[in-house]
């Protein structure tokens, strides 16, 4: 019999015939939305958890915290349930109350933090409550088994849905958690596939991807496993995550059409070839939001 966990990846991959026109070169969205929890983040959340239960981190008494805007609190409420775990997840108070509701109907403890801090906000004082004790924090920008997912699980989906015929994959750059993870599967494959990073331009504030501070970079992530990174506007993101919607019927947030925005960048410069970009999560998490507002 099968649990909820066995339903976390094989997303699937479609082709984006609306966006893409150019003869040649094919584009395809993976959607991520499709695992339990609405997002990618549910691979990671999985592997992270796993990951400090197996080696026996988490000791007798001890609560999981995670700083998160989003999509990963939400992974790891609904998993550290399964596990029976108690979880404190730290968050900017500008996240979409959709967000809160949602890891609170998990039964996890959420703490706001100012919006005005961001995500580093939040990430500070997750460091505080960990040197009081009695914490195990996961540290999404820090720990291998976020990575690893995509090793395990990601990047041999797109090998396999695509025969083997990818030549770039692109990837909006929050935790850097799925980029690094999925180059690192597809470099091994065919050093010569592109791995395309999604920025956003200085001032832009589109979920899901951002331009860390030195200070806050991800530990996890290694900038010689991106090719290439492509800035991306808010307004672009957003343009585009509209066309998702209404051009291919795809619901999702800005940092997937961020990502797509960048992909179709990218098509430009080419002549031939398969792109796969990834589809973070669904469009139902920004309805309180300005996002699909007139």
Known sequence: MAT???????????????????PGVKLYGKLEGNNPGGSVKDRAAYSMIKGVLDRGDLKPGMKL??????????????????F?????????????KERVQTMEAYGATVTLTPAERSMEGAIDLVAEKVAQGGYLVLNQFGNPD????????TGPEIWRDTAGEVTHFVSSMGTTGTI???????????????????Q??????????????KEYLPKIFEAERVDRTIDVSQAEA????HRLAKEEGVFAG???????????????????????????DRGDRYLSSNLFGA
């Not at 990963?72 to 409420?77: F, K, S």
């Not at 029976?84 to 979409?96: C, D």
């Open 4 to 22: 909820l966990l066995d339903f976390i990846g094989n997303t699937p991959l479609v082709e984006l015939t609306h966006i893409n026109t150019k």
């Open 65 to 82: 915290i995670e700083a998160t805007s989003g999509n990963t609190g939400i992974a790891l409420a609904m998993i550290a349930r399964l």
């Open 84 to 96: 029976g775990l108690e979880i404190e997840l730290v968050m900017p108070a500008n996240a979409t």
């Open 146 to 153: 976020n990575y690893m997912a995509h090793v395990r699980t």
């Open 180 to 198: 690094m993870g999925v180059s690192r599967f597809l470099k091994d494959k065919n050093d010569k596939i592109q791995i395309i990073g999604a």
């Open 200 to 213: 956003p331009v200085e001032g832009s504030q589109i979920p899901g991807i951002r331009r860390w501070p």
């Open 238 to 241: 957003t343009a585009m995550t």
């Open 254 to 280: 800005m940092s997937s059409g961020g990502a797509v925005h960048v992909a179709t960048k990218l098509i430009e410069e080419i002549e031939e070839g398969v792109v796969v970009c990834i589809i973070c």
